[in-house]
């Protein structure tokens, strides 16, 4: 079932889509990145990874910078660039910035709430919160997943009672990326547990409902300057208004929600490899054994070069994918591959790069390991790298 609102995409620009391929060092994309690495730069960072502590001062320097607004229509406040300029940004920004749970909570705030919002919601509901995520002055979070139903995220058992002036919330969405810090959620619920797919309604909830608990800050592998908890509705009323689409149309907005967060929640993990590429040359470079360079030694600088492989392999198929979305057409298939390809080859950028630096990159004060545990996560949220293959299998004409 089709939601009832939705908006052309933004103007493609070829031309840049072509440029961003080519270059990857785009002036849009290293204006950012050396905006990051002056305004970004945090000595707290290692503390606040050891106390899980979410960055409120870096997220307000973003939103001063623009990070938020980058591809929202300028009508609710934003810049209203193309997704090829929001890959660019978002490049830059994770070459530039230390924080990887900074990157990813503004990821997950631009890339699937505000787009979802922007285009799905009613013109209220985008009035009222579009501007203020822009600003920085409201962070949204995006509640679908729940505990009992994993790679069946439509399998849900929060419930959406149908009362004569709203709905009635009960249950619990389970590891809602920036929950402990959020304004707003998009929440999905079913109407009718027995019809499926074709209940799951979405609705744009004010955190400070009655009857929405957040739990405590969940501490985690990686990405732990990201807020991350679950969030539990007891008999929580909403208006009529606060519905997103109609009744059945969860699904679809879920759907295309997770076709863009599938892969441009991945263009941070693309810059960082980028980085960690350069790291690695430097290192090699700098760092003497038996006389020579550690990078004159074939295992390592194969070792960089495959690293190299595997990230010029996630950006291209990264621009493609933001290209076909830009351009209106179809883009399940590049979504998948740009996801998996760069979710694999962060962990193993990672590793590579821990493998190169010795004991520098198994200790903390380094940084070198934190991309490791913070890249970990991409195998898992947006879909696990199963799910992408299956996707991709299903889209070949492979049964199941």
Same mark, same amino acid.
């Given at each position: 079932?089709?939601?009832?609102?939705?908006?052309?995409?933004?103007?493609?620009?070829?031309?840049?889509?072509?440029?961003?391929?080519?270059?990857?060092?785009?002036?849009?994309?290293?204006?950012?990145?050396?905006?990051?690495?002056?305004?970004?730069?945090?000595?707290?960072?290692?503390?606040?990874?050891?106390?899980?502590?979410?960055?409120?001062?870096?997220?307000?320097?973003?939103?001063?910078?623009?990070?938020?607004?980058?591809?929202?229509?300028?009508?609710?406040?934003?810049?209203?660039?193309?997704?090829?300029?929001?890959?660019?940004?978002?490049?830059?920004?994770?070459?530039?910035?230390?924080?990887?749970?900074?990157?990813?909570?503004?990821?997950?705030?631009?890339?699937?709430?505000?787009?979802?919002?922007?285009?799905?919601?009613?013109?209220?509901?985008?009035?009222?919160?579009?501007?203020?995520?822009?600003?920085?002055?409201?962070?949204?979070?995006?509640?679908?997943?729940?505990?009992?139903?994993?790679?069946?995220?439509?399998?849900?058992?929060?419930?959406?009672?149908?009362?004569?002036?709203?709905?009635?919330?009960?249950?619990?969405?389970?590891?809602?990326?920036?929950?402990?810090?959020?304004?707003?959620?998009?929440?999905?619920?079913?109407?009718?547990?027995?019809?499926?797919?074709?209940?799951?309604?979405?609705?744009?909830?004010?955190?400070?409902?009655?009857?929405?608990?957040?739990?405590?800050?969940?501490?985690?592998?990686?990405?732990?300057?990201?807020?991350?908890?679950?969030?539990?509705?007891?008999?929580?009323?909403?208006?009529?208004?606060?519905?997103?689409?109609?009744?059945?149309?969860?699904?679809?907005?879920?759907?295309?929600?997770? +076709?863009?967060?599938?892969?441009?929640? $991945?263009?941070? *993990? @693309? =810059?960082? %490899?980028?980085?960690?590429?350069?790291?690695? &040359?430097?290192?090699?470079?700098?760092?003497?054994?038996?006389?020579?360079?550690?990078?004159?030694?074939?295992?390592?600088?194969?070792?960089?070069?495959?690293?190299?492989?595997?990230?010029?392999?996630?950006?291209?198929?990264?621009?493609?994918?933001?290209?076909?979305?830009?351009?209106?057409?179809?883009?399940?298939?590049?979504?998948?591959?740009?996801?998996?390809?760069?979710?694999?080859?962060?962990?193993?950028?990672?590793?590579?790069?821990?493998?190169?630096?010795?004991?520098?990159?198994?200790?903390? +004060?380094?940084?070198?390991?934190?991309? $490791?545990?913070? *890249? @970990? =996560?991409? %195998?898992?949220?947006?879909?696990?790298?199963? &799910?992408?293959?299956?996707?991709?299998?299903?889209?070949?004409?492979?049964?199941?």
């Amino acid at each position: 079932m089709p939601a009832e609102t939705d908006t052309e995409p933004v103007t493609f620009d070829a031309t840049l889509a072509l440029e961003a391929l080519l270059d990857d060092q785009h002036p849009l994309k290293v204006d950012c990145t050396e905006w990051a690495r002056t305004d970004l730069a945090d000595p707290t960072l290692v503390e606040r990874d050891q106390t899980c502590t979410f960055w409120a001062e870096g997220w307000r320097r973003c939103a001063e910078r623009g990070i938020q607004s980058v591809v929202v229509d300028p009508t609710y406040g934003g810049r209203g660039l193309d997704l090829v300029s929001g890959m660019l940004t978002f490049e830059g920004l994770s070459v530039g910035c230390d924080d990887g749970g900074l990157v990813f909570a503004l990821s997950s705030q631009i890339w699937t709430v505000q787009m979802a919002l922007e285009r799905f919601g009613s013109e209220e509901q985008k009035q009222r919160w579009l501007p203020s995520m822009v600003d920085g002055s409201v962070i949204g979070c995006f509640a679908m997943s729940e505990h009992g139903a994993g790679s069946d995220a439509l399998a849900l058992s929060a419930t959406a009672t149908k009362t004569d002036d709203g709905y009635v919330l009960n249950g619990t969405k389970a590891w809602v990326t920036l929950s402990p810090v959020a304004d707003v959620a998009i929440v999905f619920a079913t109407v009718n547990p027995d019809v499926g797919r074709w209940g799951v309604t979405a609705f744009c909830v004010d955190m400070s409902t009655p009857g929405i608990e957040v739990q405590p800050n969940r501490s985690k592998m990686g990405l732990r300057t990201t807020p991350f908890a679950d969030i539990v509705f007891t008999d929580a009323v909403v208006p009529a208004s606060a519905r997103m689409g109609g009744e059945g149309a969860g699904a679809s907005i879920f759907s295309a929600a997770m +076709e863009s967060e599938r892969a441009f929640l $991945l263009a941070g *993990s @693309v =810059g960082r %490899l980028e980085r960690q590429v350069a790291d690695a &040359v430097t290192y090699a470079n700098g760092r003497e054994q038996f006389g020579q360079p550690v990078g004159a030694f074939q295992s390592v600088s194969h070792e960089i070069a495959s690293m190299k492989v595997a990230h010029e392999n996630a950006r291209n198929l990264l621009y493609k994918a933001a290209a076909l979305q830009a351009r209106g057409e179809p883009s399940m298939m590049a979504a998948a591959l740009a996801k998996l390809a760069a979710s694999e080859a962060a962990v193993a950028g990672s590793l590579s790069a821990i493998r190169v630096h010795g004991a520098r990159g198994f200790v903390s +004060e380094f940084g070198v390991e934190r991309p $490791l545990r913070d *890249s @970990v =996560g991409g %195998l898992i949220y947006g879909g696990t790298s199963g &799910v992408q293959l299956n996707i991709v299998a299903r889209l070949l004409g492979l049964p199941g």
